[in-house]
């Protein structure tokens, strides 16, 4: 946390929240991740929003009441923006979070203002191949255990060469990770392909994905936004993690899109 977050809770959910006025926006972290993994946009977006980061059901400080595939992921987030009293929210997901954004803007979308889709997928259901993969994440979790789990897939996270206190925190992050609140993830990713759906989307959308990602890649995030109607596709520096390992620039692109939604003004730059 900064000095400038607070934790507040909602629906069992721990959030950590910066800024009081303006638009909110909501923070999914990705799969291995925590709202911790927002350290560095959370004081980005307080000036001129209403910034919260989840911890996911069954993720830090969350309790370990997790819903039932990604329809209850989408339906917990309204319950939490109901409960918080907000109407619509920007949601910004990466990979996984990315993928619970896009259910909720199908399923909820009177309560979505805007989707940013960092280093994110369609899900891990378009083929039985990729949905047993994912399956499998779980089993190497309850084998390995979290510390060690992390240190092996971790470093993935980032590109090559990446800033090692970047990658250590990436690391300390998914140590944390509790076998509850992953599998019920790994499970609503291997039960969603969105690739039909994404042409339902009818709020702005960004795509962003770092152009070394050795997780999900460029290819995937070219194949979101070429479905969803109106998507702006921007690559940045660095790997799956990128709004980690390259924050100032991510940032940037994040308020400036932001802020033309808000605005009804023209996104700057493709």
Known sequence: MTTSDTLITARGV???????????VLLLHGIGGS??????????????????????PGY?????????????YADRIAGILDELSVDRAHLVGV???????????????????????A??????????????????????LRTLGAVEFARRRGPNLTAPGADPATVERVVTIMSGLRETGYAAAVGSMAEIDHTAELAGIAVPTLVVVGEQDRVTGIA????LARRIPGATLRVLGGGHAANQEHPGRFNAILTGF??????????GGH
């Open 14 to 24: 721990r959030l950590r929240s910066a800024g009081a006025g303006g638009s909110a």
């Open 35 to 56: 709202g911790a993994s927002f350290e560095h946009q959370l004081p980005a977006l307080a000036p001129a929003h209403r910034a919260l980061a989840w911890d996911a």
């Open 60 to 72: 830090g400080g969350s309790t370990d009441e997790v819903p039932s595939g990604m329809a209850g």
């Open 95 to 117: 990979s996984w979070g990315g993928v619970i954004a896009t259910r909720v803007a199908l399923r909820h979308p009177g309560r979505v203002r805007s989707l940013v889709l």
């Open 119 to 140: 280093d994110s997928t369609r899900g891990s259901g378009g083929s039985d191949e990729a949905a047993a993969r994912m399956r499998q994440r779980a089993e190497a």
């Open 220 to 223: 995937e995030s070219e194949e």
């Open 258 to 267: 932001l802020a033309s939604v808000d605005t009804g003004a023209p996104a």
